[in-house]
């Protein structure tokens, strides 16, 4: 076996992306009934990592837990959502591919689901309730992610990050 070497800083940088993506371009992920302010923060981090934009409930806690949990230097891609059902229709009429995180009958497991090929959205509920059962129709799909644990769901960030990387082709 190979000795491992970790890559320097200057290494890394020079591998990543020079410049910021245009925003909505091709992956959303839209926490859009999240409870916790710090996972909205640790979300961000994997919007960034993926190339993601991150679609909010316009609340004012929101935009103090964005702010505080941003630990990234330059902007992010966040937009700011008032009826949660209205903007999934406008999205589903631009053409996006709706796939909520939920656990529902005819889900698609996690390993199973494929790479975006398109302008997709990810919705993410309510970290003990899940997505409201009156949103449930404008999803064009679902995907479950499969647990053994004695927990019945993950938190939003540990959710939405899982399928994001999936999504992004990096998982």
């Given at each position: 076996m190979a000795e491992l070497r970790v890559k320097s800083r200057s290494e890394l940088r020079r591998a990543?992306?020079?410049?910021?993506?245009?925003c909505w371009d091709h992956?959303?992920?839209?926490?859009?009934?999240a409870q916790h302010g710090a996972n909205l923060g640790t979300l961000l981090r994997t919007c960034d990592a993926v190339g993601a934009c991150m679609?909010?409930?316009?609340?004012?806690?929101?935009?103090?837990?964005?702010?505080?949990?941003?630990t990234l230097p330059g902007p992010s891609?966040?937009?700011?959502?008032?009826?949660?059902?209205n903007w999934?229709?406008?999205?589903?009429?631009?053409?996006?591919?709706?796939?909520?995180?939920e656990l529902a009958e005819g889900a698609t497991r996690l390993g199973d689901l494929p790479p975006a090929r398109g302008r997709t959205v990810v919705v993410l509920g309510h970290?003990?309730?899940?997505?409201?059962?009156?949103?449930?129709?404008?999803?064009?799909?679902a995907v479950e992610i499969?647990?053994?644990?004695?927990?019945a769901s993950l938190n939003v960030a540990v959710a939405g990050s899982l399928v994001?990387?999936?999504l992004a082709g990096l998982a």
């Amino acid at each position: 076996m190979a000795e491992l070497r970790v890559k320097s800083r200057s290494e890394l940088r020079r591998a990543r992306r020079r410049q910021g993506h245009s925003c909505w371009d091709h992956l959303i992920v839209a926490p859009l009934w999240a409870q916790h302010g710090a996972n909205l923060g640790t979300l961000l981090r994997t919007c960034d990592a993926v190339g993601a934009c991150m679609a909010v409930p316009s609340h004012d806690w929101v935009k103090n837990a964005l702010r505080k949990g941003n630990t990234l230097p330059g902007p992010s891609c966040i937009h700011r959502v008032g009826n949660p059902q209205n903007w999934l229709l406008a999205q589903r009429e631009r053409g996006s591919h709706i796939i909520g995180v939920e656990l529902a009958e005819g889900a698609t497991r996690l390993g199973d689901l494929p790479p975006a090929r398109g302008r997709t959205v990810v919705v993410l509920g309510h970290e003990f309730s899940g997505i409201p059962s009156d949103t449930l129709h404008l999803l064009d799909e679902a995907v479950e992610i499969p647990m053994i644990g004695r927990g019945a769901s993950l938190n939003v960030a540990v959710a939405g990050s899982l399928v994001l990387y999936r999504l992004a082709g990096l998982a």
